[in-house]
């Protein structure tokens, strides 16, 4: 019987076109992380504490990254449409040139949603063990991680604004990428 369940569960996520499942694997339990201090725009202090109360989705990046360049409309697109008081596109990047250098990119790539934060390379990486860039954290109202996506995605697929919208409705459906 549950061999027949976990195939029909199987061959409905296969059978889902790629865009409407989520990019992103949950856990089974939220997991606790390290918040790595960074700045805003405007030089201002802050941390993941700062977003408590919000779902965020935390996104590692560089300039100098294809992958991170490439998806970053994405997350510009998603922070329009689901950003607000219950949820936050964090794209926090670790570029060695600064706030010039990624108010240049943002400014190129024409970038209008996502708010501008830098932090230290090597600090953010360690803080949330992310071992390669883009890494992507699924974070809860709590500050505790959902999930983790390590390299591109397409974030503002129908499948990804679902799962995002289920969170923010408090829904705790876990979708997981095959």
Excluded: H
């Amino acid at each position: 019987m549950k061999r027949r369940q976990f195939m029909t569960g199987a061959l409905a996520l296969v059978a889902t076109p790629a865009m409407a499942r989520p990019s992103i694997t949950l856990y089974a339990t939220p997991r606790e992380i390290l918040s790595p201090s960074f700045v805003d725009a405007a030089g201002r202090a802050l941390t993941l504490g700062d977003f408590r109360g919000r779902i965020v989705l935390l996104n590692i990046w560089a300039t100098w990254c294809p992958p991170c360049r490439e998806e970053m409309p994405t997350l510009d697109r998603l922070q329009a449409r689901l950003g607000g008081e219950d949820f936050a596109v964090v794209a926090l990047s670790v570029d060695a040139g600064g706030l010039p250098a990624v108010r240049q990119f943002y400014q190129q790539a024409g970038l209008r949603n996502l708010a501008l934060y830098l932090g230290d390379q090597t600090r953010t990486t360690l803080a949330v063990g992310a071992y390669g860039i883009p890494t992507t954290l699924l974070i809860d109202r709590q500050g505790r991680e959902l999930g983790r996506k390590v390299g591109p995605a397409q974030w503002d697929s129908a499948g990804n604004v679902a799962l995002v919208e289920d969170l923010i409705a408090g829904g705790n459906r876990v979708l997981q990428e095959t």
